[in-house]
């Protein structure tokens, strides 16, 4: 739920340095509440008021459509979001901007950029033990592929390394017979974002150059006109955030790790959008019954 919760926009995920011992640590922060328009009917709300207090009046929650952590509230005819959101102290922010995409690219001009800064980064001295993710396991297991790196292993891999404080740090690491020879931190090309977002779109381009895509299954549903989207592996905030958008995130499901439910008439541009993203492949589930 923390995951959700960072990936739509409620909670943001920051380092702080520490300048009297030289590190950085990340944290937690209550996002800004927020709106975002989706279209002129409708409006995505985002982040957390203090000590959980409501967005605005009664007439607004009443209003509020939720989808899980997904909150969207319906415009009526002619009405303005700015005048209908902007008066309850919240802010708009710009799809743009809520989104964060990083530009289209290839899965080799995404792997070229991070052999470069591994190349670069010279020796990493010793890190302890580390998981790594391995690439031959099976792209619909993502858990299963997690491990911690063995005498036989010898190549380039995600990891997650321990640190004195929080959780494991984000990496892409040179390991040679099971010892981390060189590393780059991960987030490596943005500060400010997660490291898992960088990690996950990384393994992507490294498993469709492999190939062996990541994908996702669709099941359509024409008595709803709509279609269950089932996910194997996870994907970036800004792939969440567009289907939190535009569809009902539905949690973990049986099968996946989690899935959507997204209206016909808007799954060919969605499907489009994960490709162009994660180069993620889709099979189809046949009709649901």
Not at 52 to 57: I, R
Not at 126 to 133: A, E, H, K, N, T
Not at 207 to 234: E, I, N, Y
Not at 260 to 265: C, I, K, L, Q, T
């Amino acid at each position: 739920m923390i995951e959700s919760l960072i990936g739509y926009g409620d909670l943001v995920e920051a380092p702080i340095d520490d300048e009297q011992k030289g590190t950085s640590r990340r944290f937690l922060f209550l996002a800004q509440p927020s709106y975002v328009v989706l279209s002129v009917e409708m409006c995505a709300l985002v982040g957390i008021r203090a000590k959980g207090l409501p967005f605005g009046d009664g007439s607004v929650g009443e209003r509020v459509i939720h989808h899980n952590y997904a909150r969207h509230v319906r415009l009526q005819p002619g009405e303005a979001p700015d005048g209908a959101l902007g008066g309850l102290g919240l802010r708009e922010l710009s799809s743009e901007h809520w989104l964060n995409c990083p530009p289209t690219a290839t899965p080799e001009s995404v792997v070229k950029e991070y052999a470069t800064r591994l190349d670069a980064a010279g020796p990493s001295g010793s890190v302890g033990p580390i998981r790594i993710l391995d690439p031959t396991r099976s792209v619909t297991f993502y858990s299963g592929r997690w491990r911690v790196a063995a005498a036989r292993d010898t190549g380039r891999f995600i990891g997650r390394r321990p640190v004195e404080f929080g959780a494991d740090q984000w990496c892409y690491c040179d390991v040679v017979d099971g010892e981390v020879t060189g590393l780059v931190d991960l987030p490596a090309t943005d500060r400010l974002a997660r490291g898992c977002d960088e990690a996950w779109r990384l393994q992507a381009a490294l498993d469709a150059l492999a190939g062996t895509p990541q994908f996702l299954t669709v099941q359509h549903d024409s008595r709803r006109q709509d279609a269950l989207l089932r996910f194997k592996s996870p994907i970036p905030s800004w792939d969440q955030r567009r289907l939190d958008a535009v569809g009902e995130p539905l949690g973990r499901q049986a099968g996946c790790l989690f899935a959507y439910r997204v209206s016909e008439d808007l799954l060919e541009a969605e499907l489009a959008s994960l490709q162009r993203s994660m180069w993620l492949e889709v099979e189809s589930e046949g009709e649901a019954m």
